[in-house]
């Protein structure tokens, strides 16, 4: 079973840009997370969809962060514009329906300069 | 505000040691306690603990749950360089899906 795959692995941008993480979650979970994690504090919760719906979206930093998941399959999660404060470890994961664990991502790493 | 707090955040050790990472939690209608390793880059998922007092084990690894007292240990005997990573412990509030981490402990294990 292939796991949780995100893409890309870096990105560098500069601050004002726009940039899009995409997550490929483990085929047939409805579930899907976006968690964050800043340089030296705890990973947090961002966004959760259920299928193609945001079930949760109350970790979402502002309104420059925009998450879709289109079709219920792939998800992205698109910055714009980046800011210094937005640089990062942003961790995709998914579940099946239920309680069960999450399976993470290798994650994608975001620096803001 | 719901937190986990984890200690200590980090931990070196010699190949053979036993060593005991602590997990506490202040969480809204707490059901469930997960661990999970993250060695370079993806969290791994190890023990999800959902009762008080039964231990979970699987290998040099076991974990226990004290809701009472609201915390968890994660144990691992006979220590092994593969062991070295980042140990990290979340709870999810309630009957919400997201999960509220520790800080995570780091832990080398030296040949």
């Known amino acids: 079973e292939a796991g949780v795959t995100q893409f890309p692995s870096h990105s560098v941008i500069e601050k004002g840009q726009t940039v899009t993480l995409r997550c490929d979650p483990i085929?047939?979970?409805?579930?899907l997370y976006w968690y964050r994690r800043v340089m030296g504090k705890e990973i947090k919760f961002l966004l959760h969809?259920?299928?193609?719906?945001?079930?949760?979206e109350s970790g979402m930093p502002n309104n420059r962060f925009l998450a879709e998941r289109t079709g219920g399959t792939y998800s992205t999660l698109k910055v714009q514009p980046a800011e210094l404060e937005d640089s990062g470890v942003y961790f995709c994961?998914?579940?099946?329906?239920?309680?069960?664990?999450?399976?993470f991502g290798n994650g994608t790493r975001l620096t803001v300069t | 505000e719901d937190k986990v707090v984890q200690s200590p955040l980090s931990l070196v050790v010699h190949e053979g040691d036993t060593v005991t990472l602590n997990c506490s939690y202040e969480?809204?209608?707490?059901?469930?306690l997960l661990w999970y390793k993250q060695e370079k880059k993806a969290p791994t998922f190890l023990f999800m603990l959902?009762?008080s007092g039964i231990e979970k084990k699987s290998g040099r690894l076991s974990s226990i749950l004290d809701k009472k007292e609201l915390f968890s240990i994660l144990n691992i005997t006979a220590t092994q360089t593969g062991d070295s990573a980042v140990y990290l412990c979340?709870?999810?509030?309630?009957?919400?899906?997201?999960?509220?981490w520790g800080l995570g402990t780091s832990l080398a294990v030296n040949p």
């Open positions: 979340a709870a999810p509030p309630g009957n919400n899906r997201k999960l509220i």
């Open positions: 969480v809204t209608n707490f059901r469930s």
């Open positions: 959902t009762s």
């Open positions: 085929s047939g979970h409805d579930n």
């Open positions: 969809f259920v299928k193609e719906s945001k079930q949760d």
């Open positions: 994961a998914s579940s099946l329906a239920g309680a069960g664990p999450l399976h």
